[in-house]
């Protein structure tokens, strides 16, 4: 075995945090994140986390690969309802709940894929998250994302034709690979190496277990006690309070 072959296989990944926009517990965990535990943020990989729409879930296929789903059932839907309502009354977040007439989940989570590679990610995330959670917008229409493109300094048809792209779909199979590969079945899902956190209340856990095993790594960085920094550049299985699709 070559030297670079052993270096690649001891090579680990980052830390990783899925997140989904349609998702009020990936929402709740991504404002955790910033107001909370900045180290963290600045530190993990972002992953999005979405379902897959019918050419999606054929390319997947094709790949050899498979989306968990879970359907949801009225009681549980009734309980996150009120349960989302009470987490971020704690936090002290008012939000309203958005309508999804036909959602089509590329159409944000691949203009994420766009926004990123134009290094300009964490401030989509920032305007989907706004848009979806305090003024209650349908992020799978094509103009919202759009609208996102002047403060992004992008293209508006770019962003918003996101999921007709063919290396951006390429991109979404990728990364609904990965999803697989980690075991991600709901989210917000932390995972760090073989170590793996689900939901919005295993966050504190992870960022703890994160911070013991990187704290040289994050010399320079504020604590997570200190102000917030900016972040850097489906459904499923929602059996608990603290995560969901």
Partial sequence: MSAAVRAGRRRRRPPRFYFSLRSPYS?????????????TAAAV???PFFEPDELSRKLLAEAGGAFPYTPMSPEKHRYILQDVRRLAGERGLEFTWPVDREPVWEVPHLGYLAAARHGVGAPYIALAARARWELGLDICDRTVIAGFAAELGLDAEELATASDDSELRAEGVRV????QRDGVFGVPFFVDHFDKYWGVDRLPAFAAALAAKTAADLTGI????????PVPAASVDDGHAGGCG
């Fill in 176 to 179: 609904l690979l990965e999803i």
């Fill in 222 to 229: 504020p604590d997570d006690s200190g102000d917030p920094l």
């Fill in 45 to 47: 990989e972002w992953v």
């Fill in 27 to 39: 929402w709740l965990a991504y404002r955790d994140l910033l107001d909370r535990y900045p180290r």
